[in-house]
Structures are given as structure tokens and as C-alpha cells.
């Protein structure tokens, strides 16, 4: 399965600290998308990085990858209590696969 | 971004009846739509895949005559659960991609289904 896997599965942190959440996948990718999903609703778009890119920014997000040991990180800076969601990683398959699989995810919750 | 909105956002119904859920790209003609089932606390596991105006196809395990797809437009595709039974009952998602594999999904808000 190209499932990714997330780790760790739950994370609380106080308020203002970082958060940093790790994706490990199995196969070769296309790209690699971050998603945040909020309890009972869908699914918001955080970032895509590309297979042949190593980090990317957006704003208090910063997401890395390795292709080489087939995982990513996202990092959230100075964290609020909006971030407080599920944080899913999703690979493409790769070749002339077009789907999109999701790992998962991490609950995050932060601490007021 | 591009919005794409499902019907209904919630649905009750009696066990043995079929129930249809729409997915809509509102500002743009989506070649391939997805869908997807959340169960509580759980990750989304990618039911099929429809590309307008050809065949779903199904993930393994899924069955086809279950959940019947209809991806009948460029703008619209439904998922139609029959005969739905209580282990149904699930969050069911959709995305749409405009064009080739490198093009962004988008997601839908998702639709509640609960059957009695």
C-alpha cells in the first residue's frame, strides 16, 4: 500500500510552541500535499511540495522532504488554538497513477 | 481557490433506502472526480474514481453495485449508496482535479451520512 503514515498519531503542545508532525510513505511520488481538517468538516489544502523540492513555506508552515527516506515534516510555528485539527499528509501515485492517498494523520490539539 | 460543494451536508435515513449525494465544481469543468469515506477518528479511504463521461473506477473492496457513481457532466457527479445499512453510516468527501495528475484536487466539505 502507498498509505503514508503519520507520526505521532496525537500531539498536544501549549500555546505558541511549535508543532511538528512526520509522514512516511512507500512508494515514489509526484508531489506530496499536506491537508488540515477540522473535526466534522472537509478538508482545507495546506501546501504542496514536489517530489523534485526539499522545503517549502507558507506562511508559519514550513513542510520538508526526503525523497530518499520517503518522508516529510510540516512544522507549525508559534502555534494557535485555531490549529488545533487533524493534519493528514497525501502522496499521488506516482507514474501514471493519479490518485490521491492519504495517510492517517496526526490530532493535533493545542493548549490554551 | 476553486470551490467545489456537496448535497446535502447531512442526511438521516431508514435502513434499505438508497440515498444520493452530489458533488459539484462550481467554478470549473472537473475531467475526474473522487470520493472518499471517513469513519470516526480515521483517515479518508479513496472509494473510487470517475472521469466524466466514462465507467467509476472502484478501489478493491468497494463494491460498485453498492455505491453507484454517475459522473454525468463536467460539473457534477453523484454517489448513490442503495439499500444503506447502519455500517454505512460515514462521512463521504469528494474532490475534483480540472485536468491532468499534476493539477490540484479540491476538496469538498463532505456529507454526514447516518443511517438508522
Known amino acids: 500500500s502507498q498509505q503514508g503514515e503519520e507520526d505521532p498519531q496525537a500531539l498536544s503542545i501549549q500555546e505558541g510552541e511549535n508543532a511538528t508532525m512526520n509522514c512516511s510513505y512507500k512508494?515514489?511520488?509526484?508531489?506530496l500535499q499536506w491537508y488540515r481538517q477540522n473535526s466534522g468538516r472537509g478538508l482545507v489544502h495546506l501546501i504542496l511540495?514536489?517530489?523534485?523540492?526539499r522545503e517549502k513555506h507558507s506562511g508559519r508552515l514550513r513542510v520538508t522532504l526526503d525523497t530518499s527516506k520517503k518522508s516529510s515534516s510540516l512544522l507549525i510555528t508559534a502555534s494557535r488554538a485555531a490549529d488545533t485539527a487533524s493534519y493528514f499528509c497525501?502522496?499521488?501515485?506516482?507514474?501514471?497513477?493519479?490518485?490521491?492517498?492519504f495517510g492517517k494523520g496526526t490530532r493535533l490539539h493545542i493548549l490554551p | 481557490g476553486a470551490v467545489v460543494s456537496q448535497h446535502p451536508s447531512r442526511v438521516i435515513c431508514k435502513s434499505g433506502t438508497s440515498v444520493k449525494i452530489e458533488c459539484r465544481s462550481l467554478?470549473?469543468?472537473?475531467?475526474?472526480m473522487f470520493w472518499y469515506r471517513q469513519f470516526p477518528k480515521k483517515s479518508l479511504m479513496l472509494m473510487a474514481t470517475s472521469n466524466e463521461g466514462s465507467k467509476a473506477t472502484y478501489e478493491q473492496g468497494v463494491e460498485k453495485d453498492k455505491f453507484l457513481i454517475n459522473h454525468a457532466s463536467l460539473t457534477l457527479s453523484t454517489l448513490t449508496v442503495t439499500s444503506a445499512h447502519p455500517e454505512d453510516s460515514s462521512f463521504y468527501i469528494c474532490?475534483?482535479?480540472?485536468?491532468?495528475?499534476?493539477?490540484?484536487?479540491?476538496f469538498g466539505p463532505g456529507t454526514r451520512l447516518t443511517v438508522l
Open positions: 512508494t515514489s511520488i509526484n508531489n
Open positions: 497525501a502522496t499521488d501515485g506516482g507514474n501514471r497513477d493519479d490518485k490521491i492517498i
Open positions: 467554478d470549473f469543468q472537473a475531467t475526474t
Open positions: 474532490s475534483a482535479r480540472a485536468g491532468s495528475s499534476t493539477d490540484t484536487q479540491y
Open positions: 511540495i514536489r517530489s523534485n523540492e
